[in-house]
């Protein structure tokens, strides 16, 4: 079994699965279930069998604008006027009704992504649940400072919301990435048009119709499904939203940035990695071994703080590439509605070949292949926890991010050589680094470039402390306070005291 990378501090005991009943998707905008104005649909499957599991309605420009104006009448009307705290019970709430429908929830996530069941139950849903209770308790907490500039004025600030924020979010983890966008500018004040990604639009939908049983009043979240092309773009576009939120990949984050600059949105990008994860050979190895296997293999590999590439000290390079293998070929391969599966399919058939075509670069380029690199069985998109020995820094696989089940192991020798390789590629989510010497670990997390860095631990997430990279891995930073700033504006006020 896999560890997992988040620890809510419980574990839940659920039944397998149940398969809810699926129907036809509707949009969700002004707190109404509508079809999209053009009619068109468009099919949802499930990875692990290839089926047809939901036939969504396809929005376009036409959707957003109208999502957008509904969104705009709530932010002037009920929901940024309403007593702070009123909002935060309102947030508390919707918690509560998650909760209770944790299992219908948790299996539809499992179904449209393929993910295990277990994973889902031990850290997707509990973080999504944790990321909105913490959020719902800073909606009373937001404050500005007096600031004592002059003697002959009352200089204050205030915090106020941004306004119409576009929230649009990858396939890895719709409901817990879903939430990191959805909580905090809620909580802030702001109102919403979300974007699923096209794979996988359920829970999305699902947890927004019990956003309005909670109380949210109407317009305040709206749902607009659809492809980034359209639905994205219109979003990107659109002259009356103040800010976009965005997680995914590096190329469409830069057309994001290019296509806000018309109207100067607020934009925050979570975007790629390519996260080393260092091992000295004082470390302890089988602890080290055991996060390297599953910081990658963990949700099919296809986590943007993947540790992808294990760099290895010359000395312990042996021993650690043969336990990864060991742990790759002990993964549990299998349906995701079993409880004991640790690895799902991967989302869909592109990312299946896309990722099939890095293993044939990988063998190409000299790399070993040391375990897996192949599709496992016929149907549905699974494929083998691959790891390659022998990688070099320069080769396409230990540059690009493959976002499945490959990890590259990568030998060096000291640890300026090892500061080297993990700052060498165009990242910079995360790093992770194993010893025992903790002035080596100290002086590495201070030269490593990257927003987070694990030490003798890989993978884990918690919404107090900041999340996010520079260069191809983003701009800005989710949780903790920081979300706090990405959805408010500051406001300066002089009252001249001499009237
Ligand atoms: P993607 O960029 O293809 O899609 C992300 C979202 O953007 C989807 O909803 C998609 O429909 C939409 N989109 C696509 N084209 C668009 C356009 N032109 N305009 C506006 N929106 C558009 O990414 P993905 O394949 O869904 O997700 C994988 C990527 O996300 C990886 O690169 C991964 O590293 C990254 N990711 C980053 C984090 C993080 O916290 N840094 C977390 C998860 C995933």
Known sequence: MMSVAYDYGHERQAPAAQAPALKDELLLIDGARVRSLSGRTFKSLNPATEQVIATIAEGDEADVDRAVAAARRAFEGPWRTMRAAERGHILLK?????????????????????????????????????????????????????????????????REPVGVVAAIVPWNFPLMIGMWKLAPALACGCTIVMKPAELTSLSALRIAELALEAGLPNGVLNIVTGPGRTVGEALVNHPDVDKVTFTGSPGVGRGIMKGAAGNFKRVSLELGGKSANVIFDDANLEAAAKAAAAGIFFNAGQVCSAGSRVLVQERAYDEVVERLVARAEALRIGDPADRATALGPVISEKQMRSILDYVEIGKQEGAQLATGGTRVGDRGYFISPTVFANVAHEMRISQEEIFGPVVSVIKFKDEADALRLANGTAYSLAAGVWSADIGRVQRFARKARAGTVWINTYGYTDVRLPWGGERDSGLGREHGTAALDNFTEPKAVWMNLNV
């Open 94 to 158: 919707w918690a509560e009704l998650l909760k209770q429908h944790t299992d219908e929830i948790a299996a539809l996530e499992s179904l449209d992504a393929g993910k295990p069941i277990a994973a889902v139950l031990r850290q997707d849903f509990p973080a999504a649940i944790d990321t909105l209770t913490y959020y719902a308790g800073w909606a009373d907490k937001i404050s500005g400072d007096v600031v004592s500039a002059r003697d002959d004025a009352l200089t204050y600030t205030v």
